[in-house]
């Protein structure tokens, strides 16, 4: 009988969060966070050189994006890596994160490996930075792909936590800000050396990320 109480209330409290979501994103926020200033962004990070990539309007107009960056950087030794950032100052129904477990199957890549990654970001206080790894493949093609979400003043992994805080945020502050930042790079060769240059260029643009998201504030 206990069991059964007890998994009735699990039931209870996920309707509830599942109710107050809906009911939270489907409102204006009236409390908005200025556009992030992700102009700021360097085109030089270390040895890495950025173009632009503009998105075509049709994908700019189905993501719905307030704010957004897509570069291809090459370094010296004709490296790519790939910086999406996707910002919304209000995420409600039909308009959110799009994550990357959706977008590149739905391009017709295939998740064939998963995992977290953790990035030092400073030696004196041992700060990390912990973000998703996914490795897709098309044929014979792969792409390694590191992210992570912003919601608010917090960097997390998990898009599950991510709604949760989403909720919270917008019933205490109401605010559904949120971003994507995406650092993608096709899998030639070893993948510890991929991922030894996607960490490094992430550890080089992670202040300008902080600036331009918080300005003083921590992302």
């Not at 917090?154 to 991510?162: K, P, V």
Request: proline fraction near 4%; charge should be positive.
């Amino acid at each position: 009988m206990a069991i059964v109480q007890k998994r009735y209330w699990i039931v209870f409290g996920f309707l509830i969060v599942a109710i107050a979501y809906q009911h939270v994103l489907s409102r204006e926020s009236c409390l908005l966070s200025e556009h992030a200033e992700l102009q700021g962004i360097p085109y030089q990070v270390g040895s890495w050189r950025g173009a632009d990539q503009p998105m075509e309007q049709p994908i700019l107009d189905m993501l719905g994006l307030d704010a957004y960056i897509q570069r291809k950087y090459v370094d010296d030794d004709n490296r790519i890596l790939w910086l999406y950032v996707g910002y919304y100052r209000n995420q409600r129904q039909g308009k959110g994160i799009h994550s990357p477990k959706h977008c590149y199957p739905g391009a017709g890549w295939s998740l064939v490996g998963k995992g977290i990654e953790s990035i030092p970001l400073d030696a004196g206080n041992h700060e990390s930075l912990r973000v998703n790894r996914l490795i897709f493949q098309k044929d014979e093609a792969k792409q390694v792909v590191l992210y992570w979400l912003q919601s608010g003043d917090r960097i997390m992994h998990s898009e599950y936590t991510q709604r949760i805080y989403l909720v919270l945020d917008a019933i205490r502050f109401n605010r559904t800000d949120g971003a994507l930042v995406k650092i993608s790079t096709p899998l030639i060769g070893d993948l510890s050396e991929v991922l030894e240059y996607q960490k490094g260029f992430i550890k080089h643009i992670y202040p300008s990320l902080q600036r331009s998201f918080s300005g003083d504030r921590r992302l």
